[in-house]
C-alpha cells in the first residue's frame, strides 16, 4: 500500500470513528426511574393524551359540520385509457380525497421521482379497501403524462388511483403551487367541496382515519356526533380483512379470548 492510499484509509477510519462516536454520545439521557415511577410519569402524561384524542375527535365532528361549496366547473383528468371528469374521480361513491402530488417537469425528481415530501405521502397510505368500504375514493393528481404516472408507481409499489391534471383544477382548488388535500362529496351528480388541508396539515394523512376524519360523514360510526340524517353504523362490524370485503365475513374487536 503506497503512502497516499495509507493516509486516505486512515482519514476515512478516522471519520468514521468520530461520526460514531458523535452518534453515540450526541444523546442525552432522561430520568432512569424505577417501575413504579415508570408507570407514574406513563399515566399522567395518559390523560393529556386522552384529552388530545377528545378535543382531535371534536375537531373531526367540527368538519363534519363544515359548509358544502358546489363545484360547477367541468374539470378534465386523463387516466389509463381515456379521460375523465371531476364526478368520474368518485368511481361511484359518495366521497372523494383527493391529494396533489408534485410529480412533472421542474420539479425535483423528474423524470424519475415525484418530490421527497410527495413521495413519502404516497408511501404511508394504507390498504384503499378499507376507505372504499366507507364510501370514499381517494387518489392522486399530478401534471406528469400517464406513462410516467405508471412507470413511477410501478416503480415505488403504489397502487391509489393517479389521474392527470389538464386544466386549472389545481389553481382553482388552493393546490398549484403547494400540496395539499381537498375532500369532496356528491349528491347524484352534483359535486361539493367538503374540507380542504396542506402544509403541515396533510403530512399525518396516511392511515385510514385520518382520512376519513377530514371527509363530511367521518369514519360513520355510531359513537360519532355527526349531523343528523349521515350514515352510522356500529364500530368494528363493519371492519373486514382487505381482501373479504366482498361476502367476507363481519369483523369484530380484536381482544384476546
Known amino acids: 500500500m503506497t503512502t497516499a492510499e495509507t493516509a486516505t ?26 417501575a ?4 407514574a410519569a406513563r399515566e399522567g402524561l395518559l390523560v393529556k393524551e386522552k384529552a388530545m384524542t377528545r378535543a382531535r375527535d371534536a375537531l373531526a365532528a ?4 363544515m359548509p358544502w361549496f358546489a363545484v360547477t366547473q367541468e374539470y378534465a383528468f386523463e387516466r389509463p385509457g381515456g379521460t375523465a371528469s371531476l364526478l368520474d374521480l368518485f368511481e361511484g361513491r359518495r366521497q372523494l380525497i383527493v391529494y396533489r402530488a408534485f410529480f412533472e417537469p421542474g420539479v425535483h425528481g423528474w423524470p424519475d421521482h415525484a418530490c421527497v415530501g410527495c413521495s413519502m405521502v404516497a408511501d404511508q397510505v394504507s390498504h384503499l379497501a378499507h376507505l372504499n368500504a366507507r364510501d370514499t375514493t381517494l387518489v392522486f393528481v399530478s401534471r406528469a ?3 410516467d404516472i405508471e412507470r413511477v408507481k410501478a416503480r415505488m409499489g403504489w397502487r391509489m388511483p ?3 391534471m389538464t386544466d ?9 403551487e403547494w400540496h395539499g388535500t381537498n375532500a369532496f362529496i356528491r349528491d347524484g351528480d352534483d359535486v361539493y367541496r367538503t374540507y380542504f388541508v396542506d402544509n403541515r396539515g396533510d403530512e399525518a394523512l396516511g ?6 376524519d377530514m371527509t363530511a360523514l367521518g369514519r360513520q360510526e355510531t359513537w360519532e356526533d355527526s349531523p343528523e340524517g349521515r350514515p352510522q353504523s356500529p364500530p368494528y362490524e363493519w371492519w373486514k380483512w382487505h381482501d373479504e370485503y366482498e361476502g367476507g365475513p363481519a369483523g369484530e374487536s380484536c381482544r384476546a379470548g
Open 9 to 34: 484509509e486512515t482519514a476515512t477510519e478516522t471519520a468514521t470513528e468520530t461520526a460514531t462516536e458523535t452518534a453515540e454520545t450526541a444523546i442525552v439521557k432522561s430520568p432512569v426511574v424505577s
Open 36 to 39: 413504579a415511577e415508570w408507570d
Open 62 to 65: 367540527e368538519r363534519r359540520r
Open 145 to 147: 403524462p400517464q406513462p
Open 162 to 164: 393517479w389521474f392527470t
Open 168 to 176: 386549472d383544477f389545481d389553481r382553482d382548488f388552493g393546490v398549484d
Open 207 to 212: 392511515n385510514l382515519w385520518s382520512y376519513l
